[in-house]
């Protein structure tokens, strides 16, 4: 059974920083692309980030510079480190993977919530 499992949000203050994580497990975890994707309250999705198999990352314009994606491999885990947070951030922060690029995502996580606020 495939399964993406987020945890690490929270309630920080604007300019504080979160770590998040995704365990996977059910797939060959190393050869699927990997993403973050966010959804704040009465928005649609919104992609974050992905890193591929090969290890090259993207990331949407809104976090930039900010946001840093990555994987361990031998952990089955994917991880967003999130620094200089601002309100506009808060959202739930989902995973998901895709094994071909540009086709849909094969598998989402439940989801962790992240809330900026002061």
């Known amino acids: 059974e495939v399964q993406l499992v987020e945890s690490g949000g929270g309630l920080v203050q604007p300019g504080g920083s979160l770590r998040l994580s995704c365990a996977a497990s059910?797939?060959?975890?190393?050869?699927?692309?990997m993403n973050w994707v966010r959804q704040a309250p009465g928005k649609g999705p919104e992609w974050v980030s992905a890193i591929n198999s090969v290890d090259g990352t993207f990331y949407a314009d809104s976090v930039k510079g900010r946001f840093t994606i990555s994987r361990d491999n031998a952990k089955n885990t994917l991880y967003l480190q999130m620094n200089s947070l601002k309100p506009e951030d808060t959202a739930l922060y989902s995973c998901?993977?895709?094994?071909?690029?540009?086709?849909?995502?094969?598998?989402w996580g439940q989801g962790t919530q992240v809330t900026v606020s002061s």
């Open positions: 059910g797939f060959t975890f190393g050869s699927y692309d």
């Open positions: 998901a993977a895709k094994k071909t690029p540009g086709a849909a995502y094969d598998s």
